[in-house]
């Protein structure tokens, strides 16, 4: 990708965060326990149809551009909960399978409800944020397991601080977001009298 097309997709990424009200400026708890004064929540993004589909077709087509292919992936599989839209939403721009990843009881995730990914395939990971990189992460150990090999992630937004938290896998996404956070006791925005206590803005109670 130039560095031109790759500008395009970020801004065109935040133009939409933005029209979805998902870009939040506040006082946030982050389940590492920091605060940080931003928070982007996809969530919102991905209740409109119309914007997800552009965000994701968007995504679809600079990584068909970076790979020199046009069909690089035979299923894309996110964790659930969080990835569950923005996974289908992404096979369907890339008119492969779209599965979802669920929790095991003692641990990780397992495929149930009849899905299969087959070791031969080329299977593309999604996480609609990427913080850690954990719950993706673990979705990728799963496949490994299952002798997949050949694996790739995407994002819509990369809030890692990393240019690629996975390591030894590609990493694709629409936009790099910077959240500076800081310990709970050094956080300048507790220190400010014009300002609420740091709330917990993710899916579940102690995540982002």
Known sequence: MTASS?????ENTASALRTAEALLEGHFLLSSGRHAGRYVQCAKL???PELAAQVCAQLAAAVRQARAEEQPFDVVIGP???AVTFGYELA????????????AAEGGFVLRRG???????????????VTTGKSAGEVVHMLRA??????????????????????????????????PSWPAAQCPLCADPQVGPAIKPGSRPGLN
């Not at 790759?6 to 970020?10: C, H």
């Open 115 to 129: 899905f299969q990914v087959e070791a031969g395939e080329r299977v593309l990971v999604a996480e609609d944020v």
């Open 92 to 103: 369907r721009a890339f008119g492969v399978r779209g599965l979802f990843a669920e929790r």
């Open 46 to 48: 991905l209740q409109y």
């Open 146 to 179: 299952m002798g997949v090999q050949n694996i790739s992630a995407a994002a819509i937004v990369n809030r890692s601080g990393s240019a690629n938290p996975f390591g030894d896998i590609p990493f694709y996404r629409a936009m790099d977001l910077e959240v």
């Open 80 to 82: 659930a909960m969080g």
């Open 6 to 10: 790759i500008e395009a997709l970020a």
